[in-house]
């Protein structure tokens, strides 16, 4: 591998790189995105308690199987295989063409959806039972206890759950090339063809997959520390009182000075 190569191959195609890259983020932004949202969908809709008897339970159980069937088909599968069948499949059944980048977007984001399905279900059952309730004992639904009971807390809970679902789709983009989707990898095999120097263009391309990945993930650990609020505090009343550093220290020495 020859450094004066790889710098050559970077001047020469860093439009394309660059645009491949931005191609990857944008698919694995709004998949992420929507998938969490799907996730959170289903996570409501299966954790609804089921009537002793009467059609509102057979019509919960009838799409709680069908959500159940959803996710383990994509959790069980390969996105290759995913993409194959909905972009070729649709085509070939239906005589439908899809777009390219919608149907990268449309795979991410339900493969990405069955996976926070489960993740945000895990997170509902592990708040405290007692916190549903005391909701459900003032007068609340299901769907007023989920939204301003336990959601805030689950979306909290999930979080890095959800940032590495995130960095999994920035590097998971690269199986869409098999659909003709000119993300990062398959303009990366488009440079590697053209220049037959497939060590320097890979090496290029770790880089940028490394960078991307680094950088959201130490995006999402500055988030989460932010969620995290305040380790120093005093509980007054009904308030919280944040102990800045000078008082802690202020507070030692009049220990100290007492002793």
Known sequence: MSLDVTIDIIQKYWPMLLRGAGITLFISIIGTIVGALIGLAIGVIRTIPLPESGPK??????????????????????????????????????????????????????NTGAYMAEIVRGGILSIDPGQYEAAQAIGMNHYQTMMNVMLPQVIKNILPATGNEFVINIKDTSVLNVISVTELFFNTKSIASATFRFAEVYFVTCIIYFIMTYTVTKILRTIEKRLEGPKNYNIIGNQMQVERPEDIVRKKGDHWHDE
Do not use: C, H, W
């Open 57 to 110: 339970r057979t019509l919960l159980i009838i799409v709680d199987k069908i959500l159940a069937a959803y996710i383990e088909f994509f959790r069980g599968t390969p996105m290759m295989v995913q993409s194959m069948f909905i972009f070729y499949g649709v085509a070939g059944v239906f005589g439908v063409q899809l777009n390219r980048l919608f149907a990268g977007v449309f795979i991410v984001s339900i």
